[in-house]
C-alpha cells in the first residue's frame, strides 16, 4: 500500500469511528436529567439527591433563528 492509500485509509476509520459515538436520541434538558438521576437512586435504594426545581421558562434568545 502507497502512502497515499495508507492516508486515505486512515481518514475513512477515523470518518467512520466518529460517526458511530454518540446516541440517537433527543438531547436531555438539565431538569430531565436531574429527574431521571433521582428516580434511578431510588430504584438502586441510593441516596437521594435534592429534588430539582422545575425551569421558570424558556425565554427565545436572539441567535435561535440561526440554529
Known amino acids: 500500500m502507497t502512502a497515499r492509500g495508507t492516508l486515505i485509509f ?3 476509520g ?3 469511528g466518529l460517526a458511530a459515538c454518540g446516541r440517537k436520541a433527543p438531547l436531555d434538558t438539565p ?3 436531574a429527574v431521571e438521576a433521582r ?3 431510588e430504584r438502586n435504594d441510593e441516596p437521594l439527591p435534592p429534588e430539582p426545581k422545575r425551569p421558570v ?3 427565545p434568545f436572539i441567535l435561535d433563528g440561526l440554529i
Open 39 to 41: 428516580k434511578e437512586a
Open 10 to 12: 486512515l481518514v475513512l
Open 14 to 16: 477515523l470518518a467512520l
Open 31 to 33: 431538569y430531565e436529567a
Open 57 to 59: 421558562r424558556d425565554r
